[in-house]
């Protein structure tokens, strides 16, 4: 079984909404923290949110009030929902779990791509 598995990217145009999820198939009491990264490219891949065991949250500050991360505990299930997107969000998007006694998962990752 494949750890972590995310699903939502595609093509939208600029101004536009998607919403991108994440479902942890490791122990969900285990899980410290839950994030979504991202990876333009020719760069290196940034932390765009994260979500905390007791649900705090963090998000780069270019995405402040346009994303907005959750996550369903009972379902281990992680969402990002993206708002008023730019081309400058185009990337690969990662979704990263962070859980006790082993590394770090890594999904496959999923293309979200903004029009201009």
């Known amino acids: 079984q494949v750890p972590v598995v995310e699903s939502g990217g595609g093509l939208v145009k600029a101004g536009g909404s998607l919403e991108l999820s994440c479902t942890a198939y490791?122990?969900?009491?285990?899980?410290?923290?839950m994030g979504w990264y991202r990876q333009a490219p020719g760069k290196e891949r940034d932390l765009v949110a994260l979500?905390?065991?007791?649900?705090?949250?963090n998000y780069a500050d270019s995405v402040k009030g346009r994303f907005t991360i959750s996550r369903d505990i009972i379902k281990n299930i992680m969402y990002l929902q993206m708002n008023n997107l730019t081309p400058e969000d185009t990337a690969v998007y990662y979704c990263?779990?962070?859980?006790?006694?082993?590394?770090?998962?890594w999904g496959q990752g999923t293309q979200v791509t903004v029009s201009s």
């Open positions: 979500i905390t065991r007791g649900g705090n949250t």
């Open positions: 490791t122990l969900a009491s285990s899980i410290i923290a």
């Open positions: 990263n779990v962070k859980s006790e006694g082993r590394r770090d998962d």
